[in-house]
C-alpha cells in the first residue's frame, strides 16, 4: 500500500511539473484589431547581405623539381689527364670538383669551359681544387690549357 501511495505522489508530482513548464510555451492569440501586450523585446532577424565572390587568382605553374639531394663529383687531372671518379653524367644542381694531382708543386693546371661557364680559365695548383655547380642542364666540355687534344665532358640532366 505504502508503495502505491509513493507511486502516486511521484505521477501527481510529474503532471504538476510538465503543466508549469509547458504553460509558458503556448502563444496567447490576440482577436482582430487589437494590439498584443508588449512581452519580451523581440530579437532582430539577420539579413543576408550581398557580397561580391573575389575573382581567383591564376595559380602559376610549379615545375617539378628534383627531390634528390645535390652531390658532389670529383674529377682528378694527374699526368695531364682527367681521371673521373663516377659517372660523368650528373644532376641538375650537382657539383664537380677538378682536383690537381700531379706529383709536383711546380705543375699548375688551367682548367679551360670550351662553353664559357668562366673568362679564360681556372688556376688549380698543387694539390688544389676548383668547385663549379651546374645548375643548368646541357653537356658541357673542358679541357686543360695546353693540352686541347685531351677532353673532359659532364652531361647534366
Not at 1 to 9: G, R
Not at 63 to 69: I, K, L, R, V, Y
Not at 133 to 147: A, D, I, P
Request: contains cysteine; hydrophobic residues 25%.
Amino acid at each position: 500500500m505504502q508503495y502505491k501511495n509513493i507511486l502516486l505522489i511521484m505521477l501527481v508530482i510529474s503532471l504538476m511539473t510538465i503543466s508549469i513548464l509547458t504553460a509558458g510555451c503556448t502563444d496567447k492569440e490576440t482577436p482582430d484589431g487589437e494590439t498584443p501586450t508588449p512581452g519580451a523585446t523581440p530579437m532582430p532577424t539577420a539579413t543576408q547581405t550581398p557580397t561580391s565572390t573575389p575573382t581567383p587568382e591564376p595559380t602559376p605553374e610549379i615545375s617539378p623539381t628534383s627531390t634528390m639531394e645535390p652531390k658532389s663529383h670529383m674529377i682528378r687531372i694527374q699526368n695531364y689527364r682527367f681521371v673521373t671518379q663516377g659517372a660523368k653524367e650528373i644532376n641538375q644542381g650537382d657539383t664537380v670538383q677538378w682536383r690537381n694531382y700531379e706529383d709536383s708543386s711546380s705543375k699548375i693546371r688551367y682548367l679551360v669551359s670550351e662553353n664559357g661557364l668562366w673568362d679564360e680559365y681556372e688556376t688549380i695548383r698543387y694539390r688544389r681544387s676548383f668547385s663549379y655547380t651546374f645548375n643548368e642542364t646541357g653537356s658541357y666540355t673542358f679541357h686543360l690549357k695546353g693540352r686541347e687534344s685531351v677532353k673532359c665532358n659532364v652531361t647534366v640532366s
